[in-house]
């Protein structure tokens, strides 16, 4: 792969760890040459329950613990900005996690925000589009929004950790799910663990 352009966004679903484990693998990776990060305006309620972060000033210092050295932010509804257009160079999107509130946007094509309009874009640009879904139980409504998104080219892919590498707290567990969805997206992350069942 040539050094990746990436789209990430975080919305208020919970699972924001597993967010800020995304960005900063990306940040660390030297495969990738850009990360355009949104976070909505939601995802700061549920940033600030879950990781102790408040308000949106330094948000992405803050997610990384340092400077970013490649990671840009753009504002929710800043829908003029160049990852709305289809000729903006993209590799993919990844929305981790995912709100059943988004899911929605996207399936039914609302693209009335940056991130629903990036993600629109994706899909027209038949480029990779990651749905980190979570919500539990799912209604009707989710699963037929999961599968209208699937049908228009998204992957779901849904905030489900792995237990068989026996993760012995969140961070790591969080680390893994990271791993498993850059490897999707074709980023696989050294010191991944990879299941090998017994010969
Ligand atoms: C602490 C907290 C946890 C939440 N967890 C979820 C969740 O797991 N899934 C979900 O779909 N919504 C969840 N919500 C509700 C969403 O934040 C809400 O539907 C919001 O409108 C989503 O907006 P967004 O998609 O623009 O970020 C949660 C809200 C809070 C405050």
Request: charged share 20%; with cysteine.
């Amino acid at each position: 792969m040539e050094a990746a352009h990436l789209t990430v966004a975080i919305t208020g679903a919970s699972g924001a760890i597993l967010g800020r484990e995304l960005l900063r693998a990306l940040e660390a990776d030297e495969r990738v040459a850009r990360v355009h990060f949104v976070a909505s305006e939601n995802s700061l309620r549920v940033l600030a329950e879950e990781l102790g972060l408040s308000g949106r000033n330094d948000l992405l210092e803050k997610l990384l613990g340092a400077k970013p050295a490649k990671t840009v932010q753009h504002a929710d509804a800043d829908i003029g900005a160049a990852i709305a257009s289809g000729s903006h160079p993209s590799n993919g999107m990844i929305i981790l996690p995912c709100s059943m509130g988004t899911l929605a946007a996207i399936a039914l094509g609302l693209a009335n925000s940056l991130i629903t309009s990036a993600a629109d874009v994706t899909l027209k640009e038949r480029r990779p589009l990651l749905l980190c879904v979570r919500e539990t139980p799912f209604n009707l409504i989710h699963l037929r929004n999961m599968t209208l998104a699937a049908e228009a080219g998204a992957t779901i892919f849904p905030c489900i950790p792995a237990f068989y590498n026996h993760p012995t707290d969140s961070v790591e567990m969080a680390r893994q799910f990271a791993c498993r969805v850059l490897a999707h997206i074709g980023l696989p992350q050294p010191g991944a663990y990879v299941w090998k069942p017994e010969e």
